[in-house]
């Protein structure tokens, strides 16, 4: 099972290259921020739930987190491997991560962290604008849509997520980059961490990702 790691602050691009990357190994990306939305949106109680913690711009708790992933996990289509978006965000996931794949007889095999500098984070989010359909993501100044205000790829509304208006996104930054940087450290201790400059264009850290891949021993497909 290749379970790869994609790391970086929100607004790093994780969501931009995450599907890249998943199209190179031939594997589904897991993002939590999406399991939590898709559960606030049917209602469920994880989501009635998490909501509280998304709308606050704060973590949504380990106990929920980690077992709305390993539930994910647990899934046909994740057998021979995952990328993960958005997932360990603190220290604690990350042990439990790897305490549920040592269970399985495998271990994470790259953490790749995206690297981009705070007050280029704030500008980047303080801009970013999602389909409700599908969470296509755009920026007001570096990939605008066509027509303001919808999609260019199915048509549907843009909307600002509750949790990028500008007033929650320092909140956010201070308190996951604190919990990052320990998620950070973990995988720099058991030496699978790697780090690509994110201030690139969107195909050049690519590019980067798919060569630290292979440098870890990480099986591309074709
Ligand atoms: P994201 O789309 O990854 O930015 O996630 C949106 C929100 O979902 C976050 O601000 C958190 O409230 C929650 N969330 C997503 N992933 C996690 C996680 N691994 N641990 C805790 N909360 C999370």
């Known amino acids: 099972m290749n379970v790869v790691v994609l790391l970086g602050a929100p607004g790093a691009g994780k969501g931009t290259q995450a599907p890249l990357l998943a199209a190179r190994l031939g594997v589904?990306?897991?993002a939590t921020g999406d399991l939590?939305?898709?559960?606030?949106?049917?209602?469920?109680?994880l989501g009635v739930e998490a909501r509280r913690y998304m709308?606050?711009?704060q973590l949504v708790p380990d106990e929920i987190t980690v077992k709305l992933l390993l539930e994910r996990l647990a899934r046909p289509d994740a057998a021979a491997g995952?990328?993960?978006?958005?997932?360990?965000?603190t220290a604690g996931q990350a042990e439990a991560l790897d305490a549920a794949l040592a269970e399985r007889g495998t271990r994470v095999g790259a953490a790749l962290l995206v690297d981009v500098p705070a007050d280029e984070l704030v500008r980047r989010?303080?801009?970013?604008?999602?389909?409700?359909a599908a969470g296509?993501?755009?920026h007001e100044v570096s990939s605008p849509p066509r027509a303001a205000g919808v999609c260019d790829l199915d048509g549907s509304e843009l909307y600002q997520r509750t949790d990028d208006q500008p007033a929650t996104i320092r909140a956010r930054m201070d308190q996951q980059l604190g919990a990052l940087s320990q998620v950070i450290e973990h995988y720099r201790a058991s030496?699978?961490?790697?780090?690509v400059d994110g201030l690139q264009p969107i195909e050049v850290v690519s590019n980067a990702l798919g060569a630290e891949l292979a440098a870890a021993g990480v099986v591309v497909a074709g």
Request: aromatic share 10%.
């Open 125 to 132: 989010l303080s801009g970013r604008w999602i389909c409700r």
């Open 191 to 195: 030496g699978v961490l790697r780090t």
């Open 55 to 57: 709308d606050a711009g």
């Open 136 to 138: 296509h993501p755009y």
């Open 82 to 89: 995952v990328i993960l978006d958005g997932f360990p965000r």
């Open 36 to 45: 939590f939305r898709a559960a606030v949106r049917d209602g469920t109680p």
């Open 28 to 30: 589904p990306v897991i």
